[in-house]
């Protein structure tokens, strides 16, 4: 289990670009990071992860082209880049880890046992 600490959410016009960030408390080659995201009334869903050794990285097909995510393995950081921001990206965005060195081309969260308090970003028309 690693601690993870969101940040950067906000409120934000549709078009607008907006980055969040995930601080976590250990860096481990063979962890895997992530995005997901909660809107009212729906499920969690993942956006985006990146192994944390070899930067890989996997993007759902709602985000992809306007959605970048990195790391900063000096800073233990890791971010989320979000553009040409929709109304329908509103939701509460989580940052998750996975620490069992399973694969990190998986969007479910049930893969994922560490989890961030989440930070809201709210997008208006």
């Known amino acids: 289990q690693v601690q993870l600490v969101e940040s950067g959410g906000g409120s934000v016009q549709a078009g607008a670009s907006l980055t969040l960030s995930c601080s976590t408390s250990?860096?481990?080659?063979?962890?895997?990071m992530g995005w997901f995201r909660q809107a009212p009334g729906k499920e969690r869903e993942g956006v985006a992860t990146?192994?944390?050794?070899?930067?890989?990285?996997h993007y759902a097909d709602s985000v992809k082209g306007r959605v970048t995510i990195s790391r900063d393995i000096a800073s233990q950081m890791m971010s989320l880049r979000m553009n040409s921001l929709k109304p329908e990206d509103t939701g509460m965005y989580y940052c998750?880890?996975?620490?069992?060195?399973?694969?990190?081309?998986?969007?479910?969260?049930?893969?994922?046992?560490?989890w961030g308090q989440g930070t809201q970003v709210t997008v208006s028309s």
């Open positions: 250990r860096y481990m080659y063979r962890m895997c």
């Open positions: 990146i192994w944390m050794g070899g930067g890989s990285t």
């Open positions: 998750a880890a996975r620490t069992d060195g399973g694969s990190c081309l998986t969007l479910r969260d049930a893969d994922f046992g560490s």
